[in-house]
């Protein structure tokens, strides 16, 4: 081959071979690149952070310690335990570091645990900074997970009660059962659950609900407090509900303080809320000292309500006293107290009336002591088939309300009620008439 060819063969190779190198190491960077590119990420503060490793990019030093800790465990409680307790340690040190960390983890389980007990420390930190961080966390179970570990480090590993649940929160979302579980009565908790029911509670009536369970815990203390949060409420169906939830929670507070710390509220139905409950709670233990309470009100429809709310809840365990204490009051306050006696104590044949399955009355118990059970007429298990009404007319019950028919079987005392009774066993009704007394609750004193 002439020289002059071997010279341009030699030269073309050397070309080409600089031109493959160039385009290799080319191609090199864009993988790079494009690696690098898909491995940024965005966490819970929305600061990127690497989800992947590179074999251009070491990983970090407590990523490879962590992982290489977790790595020589087997499956089970040790390794959850590790992992666990890691969360704990960097957010106790370093959050940004911990949600940093949070983020470079894809196993489930791994991030569940890790979570957890980044959870508990952060349960450690000021209440409204933890809320911040549980709404922090996108993914709905994670956000469960971490709401269920702060409300249990805050009732200090104590189990919620399901007994706890009330009113509008039975059946309440995921916060605002938790929230509702801090409660114990006590001021510190009840903090707690007011910031939890202002910062993760987006339903508005659970939120007015939990609101009003909680602030119940300020009513001696901070009475001020109550009438506040109330006021703070955005429309009436709202308030309506926070004090029923207030009501509830005070069923158990009685005595003079509780009393005067509901006279601290402005009038109202708020305040009306409260002395009810108190009442309710104070005929239980002391009615005497209740109705000496009454005093203190004005002599208006307050002490009307008052005075009602407390003959009703009287006369279920001691009906003959609370009868004499209405028969000392004015004409007015005695109308109001006999009516209210009449709900939990009527005047009547002394009977419990259920509906049967095939749509009649039914004389489910006999009261002891009652107009039936001493005139032996109507044994347990009758079916009322009609009243008689005040012309002598047999009205019948069938698939009538039963409120209809208990309001036929009560009225004065002394007046006689007709009926076409049907025993067990019968085939036909039989009339019967019974005359209306008195029925009388007596609770053996503890």
Same mark, same amino acid.
């Given at each position: 081959m002439p020289p002059r060819n071997l010279l341009l063969i030699t030269v073309a190779a050397v070309f080409t071979a600089a031109a493959a190198f160039w385009y290799l190491q080319s191609a090199s960077r864009s993988q790079q690149s494009s690696s690098t590119t898909a491995a940024v990420r965005f966490g819970p503060a929305g600061d990127a952070i690497v989800a992947n490793a590179t074999a251009s990019r070491a990983p970090r030093p407590e990523q490879t310690a962590a992982r290489?800790?977790?790595s020589d465990l087997p499956l089970g409680f040790e390794r959850n335990q590790r992992i666990e307790r890691d969360g704990y340690e960097i957010a106790s040190r370093d959050l940004s570091a911990a949600w940093e960390k949070l983020g470079l983890l894809e196993d489930p389980a791994e991030r569940a645990g890790f979570l957890r007990g980044m959870f508990v420390a952060i349960a450690a930190r000021a209440p409204r900074e933890a809320m911040a961080s549980i709404?922090?966390?996108d993914n709905a179970d994670e956000r469960n997970l971490a709401m269920e570990t702060v409300a249990n480090a805050w009732r200090g590993g104590v189990p919620a009660s399901s007994s706890a649940m009330r009113g509008e929160?039975?059946?309440?979302?995921d916060p605002a059962r938790l929230g509702l579980s801090l409660l114990n009565g006590?001021?510190?908790?009840?903090?707690?659950?007011?910031?939890w029911a202002e910062e993760l509670v987006t339903v508005p %009536? *659970?939120? +007015?609900?939990?609101?009003?369970?909680?602030?119940a815990a300020f009513t001696l203390k901070d009475p001020a407090r109550v009438a506040a949060v109330n006021a703070s409420l955005p429309d009436d169906a709202s308030r309506e509900?926070?004090?029923?939830?207030?009501?509830?929670?005070?069923?158990?507070?009685?005595?003079?303080a509780a009393w005067s710390s509901a006279q601290s509220l402005p009038p109202g139905d708020l305040r009306n809320a409260a002395q009810s409950s108190i009442l309710r709670?104070?005929?239980?233990?002391?009615p005497e000292a209740a109705a000496s309470a009454l005093a203190t009100l004005p002599d208006n429809d307050e002490r009307a309500h008052a005075v009602a709310v407390l003959a009703e809840s009287w006369a279920a365990r001691d009906t003959e006293s609370a009868l004499a204490w209405a028969a000392t009051l004015d004409p007015e306050?005695?109308?109001? %107290? *006999?009516? +209210?006696?009449g709900h939990s104590a009527p005047v009547g044949i002394g009977a419990v009336i259920a509906m049967s399955d095939d749509g009649y009355p039914l004389v489910r118990e006999l009261l002891p002591g009652g107009a039936a059970e001493r005139a032996a007429v109507i044994p347990a298990g009758s079916k009322i088939v009609a009243v008689l009404d005040g012309q002598g007319q047999a009205v019948e019950t069938h698939g009538r309300d039963l409120g209809q028919t208990i309001s036929q079987l009560r009225g004065a005392k002394g007046t006689a009620v007709t009926m076409l009774v049907q025993a067990p066993g019968d085939s036909q009704p039989r009339r019967v008439t019974i005359v209306r007394e008195q029925i009388i609750h007596k609770t053996a004193k503890k």
């Open positions: 290489a800790a977790w709404k922090k966390v929160l039975v059946h309440a979302s006590s001021i510190g908790r009840a903090e707690l659950a007011l910031v %009536a *659970e939120r +007015a609900a939990l609101l009003g369970a909680a602030t509900i926070f004090r029923d939830q207030f009501a509830q929670a005070l069923r158990f507070i009685a005595g003079d709670a104070w005929s239980a233990s002391d306050n005695r109308a109001a %107290a *006999e009516e +209210a006696i």
